[in-house]
């Protein structure tokens, strides 16, 4: 694939809960190997379209999409396509974290067990691991339970679940923000790795955050009938220095929230 | 904030002087008949517990004066009332666990799809058919399972297995598993529903389809709950009685053949109780020895349950 191409690519995109028009006509492409923030105030629905991108909306009854996501030039939302091979593809990481109540290894080992991996199983679980920056902190006790390890270890071990699948693309809805400044710097840090080999979306409230460590900014607001729509969308330095938009630039200088 | 704290100290004093809040005359009195009310129906399944024991202990103490502990847990003949009097109980127990395997056999596997079904697939108009049902399944007098066993499961049964006799095992058993998927599917369901829904959302959001959420993921997470509506069912399922007396005979016997006609301890217990043992004589204080043993394996099971629950609870 032309590394150029977007790797997504969404045209007016809504999308509805019943009645409600959580999205308005979404237009916009997502960069490969380019970390893109997603930001905006509370309710704009943010969550709503990173999950759009790996069907986890489907999950939801109420919900149902009008508009068009490309994803690697084909249509994620074609009646051929199988969201759970999708799934696999395009990994996503939670608000809270949300490790399995089982041991390490096996939060690790359970993505790919369902998806038929054939190599050697502890070596990718060590790679993950590795990955996600917690191999050192427990290599010595991948038996443990999941649930003893803190809330940033989670987190990270969530990534690491995540990453073992091998996904082109990893979806984070404000990884950070159950977890305290450190925690959150680690995963920050983290998330800049994993960009040279992934893309990777992420959904924020912190400005400071998404000015550090994405490439790209998107600008959601919730317009009068509360729907969500896309309000600017380039390269964060330009959307942090020189918004086109005023309603961006109040939002970055924190003049509304 | 210390204007908020100010304004919360005003307001209980406030309350202090003005008196608006003061309690009612007479409230404490009234509190403390409550409480007696309330502790008294409390104490009540206490000391009816205590009293089942002394008199369970008190008669079958009189039992074992006679016949030893060790006979009457390791005999393989039970023949109280014929000559040659044997008092083993071990064909009893045989027919009460045989009995409960077969019912485990049906009621588990059911119980625990019914219960994956219910909580993970089925969308609210099906649930909203499918448990009331099973309510009323649970509230079938046993009774009338015990004529279903005689008079419906087991001429079916008898045409695939033509030699069986008309009380046996194998009928009883499975009618008994079928009155105890109730018990199984709705505790499990319970356990299952109360895994969070972030989990769910954790594998499939790894591509996991949804057999795959429900069997690898909420399952486990529910474990502790799943094995405990296993072994209350169990527990209930050796306690059984009338489902037995009716339709699996009243034949003590070592046996593994669920064909063969056999008698749980609850039957034997029940045709004793109403045979013409006079009260106090040997044949008599059976039932006691019989029955203190039946509440032994019963009040195991629930223990067993309980620890279940409370080690393995997942803290998620
Ligand atoms: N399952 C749902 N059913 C109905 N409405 C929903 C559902 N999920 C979200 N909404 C509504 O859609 C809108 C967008 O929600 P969403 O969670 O995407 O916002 P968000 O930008 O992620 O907010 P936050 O920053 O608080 O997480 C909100 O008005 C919300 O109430
Ligand atoms: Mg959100």
């Not at chain 1, 809504?14 to 380019?34: G, P, Q, V």
């Not at chain 2, 083993?88 to 009995?99: A, I, M, Q, S």
Request: net charge neutral; charged share 20%.
């Amino acid at each position: 694939m032309n590394d150029d191409a977007p790797i997504f690519e969404v045209s007016s995109l809504s999308l509805y809960y019943d009645d409600f028009r959580a999205l308005k006509d979404i237009d916009m492409e997502i960069r490969r190997y380019a970390i893109t923030a997603l930001i905006g105030p509370s309710g704009c629905g943010k969550s709503t379209l990173l999950r759009c991108f790996n069907r986890m909306n489907d999950l939801i009854p109420t919900a149902r999409i009008e508009g068009r996501i490309l994803f690697e030039g084909s249509d994620l939302y074609h009646p051929d396509v199988d969201a759970t091979e999708i799934r696999s593809r395009i990994g996503m990481v939670f608000q809270r974290p949300n490790p399995f109540p089982k041991s390490i290894y096996d939060n690790v080992a359970f993505g790919l067990k369902i998806n038929g991996y054939r190599g050697d199983i502890d070596e990718a679980i060590e790679r993950s691991l590795r990955q996600a920056a917690l191999w050192d902190e427990v290599k010595d006790r991948l038996k443990d339970s999941a649930l003893e390890l803190s809330g940033g270890q989670q987190q990270r071990l969530c990534i690491a679940r995540a990453l073992a699948v091998e996904p082109e693309v990893i979806l984070m809805d404000e990884p950070a923000s159950a977890l305290d400044p450190i925690a959150t710097l680690a995963i920050e840090e983290l998330v800049r790795e994993l960009s040279e080999s992934y893309t990777i979306v992420i959904v924020t409230h912190n400005m400071q955050q998404a000015a550090r460590v994405s490439h790209e900014t998107a600008f959601l607001m919730a317009g009068e009938d509360r729907s969500g729509y896309l309000v600017e969308h380039g390269a964060t330095s330009q959307i942090f220095t020189t918004p086109k938009s005023e309603r961006t630039e109040a939002y970055i200088t924190g003049r509304f929230s | 904030m210390e204007t908020t704290a100010r304004g919360a100290a005003t307001v209980r004093g406030d309350r202090a002087a003005t008196g608006r809040f003061r309690r009612r005359r007479g409230a404490s009195l009234e509190s403390r008949v409550i409480w007696w009310v309330f502790f008294l129906c409390a104490m009540l399944s206490v000391l009816t517990t205590v009293a089942i024991v002394f008199s369970l202990l008190s008669q079958a103490l009189s039992f074992f004066r006679e016949v030893g502990v060790w006979e009457f847990i390791s005999g393989t003949r039970w023949t109280p009332i014929l000559k040659p009097r044997s008092y083993g109980v071990l064909p009893l127990v045989n027919g009460t666990l045989l009995v409960a395997f077969l019912a485990a056999i049906v009621a588990l596997p059911v119980g625990l799809a019914t219960a994956i079904f219910l909580a993970e697939y089925a969308p609210d108009k099906v649930r909203r058919i499918i448990k009331p049902a099973l309510e009323v399944l649970a509230g079938v007098p046993t009774v009338v399972y015990g004529y279903f066993a005689l008079t419906f499961v087991t001429p079916q049964l008898q045409r695939v297995f033509p030699d069986m006799i008309v009380f046996n095992a194998l009928s009883a058993g499975i009618v008994m598993g079928i009155m105890i998927i109730p018990m199984v599917s709705s505790l499990s369901e319970d356990a299952m529903i109360s895994v969070p829904r972030s989990l769910r959302q954790a594998a499939y959001a790894l591509g996991a389809t949804k057999l795959e959420t429900s069997v690898k993921v909420v399952v486990p997470a529910a474990l502790s709950g799943i094995v405990a509506s296993f072994i209350l069912a169990i527990s209930r399922a050796i306690g059984e009685t009338m489902l037995v007396t009716i339709a699996a005979g009243a034949t003590p016997r070592m046996t593994a053949n669920p064909l063969d006609s056999i008698q749980t301890m609850t039957a034997y217990i029940v045709q004793l109780a109403l045979g013409e043992a006079a009260h106090g004589s040997l044949e008599y204080n059976t039932i006691f020895a019989v029955g203190l043993l039946l509440f032994v394996m019963t009040l195991c099971m629930n223990l067993l349950g309980y620890w279940v629950v409370r080690r393995w609870r997942q803290a998620y």
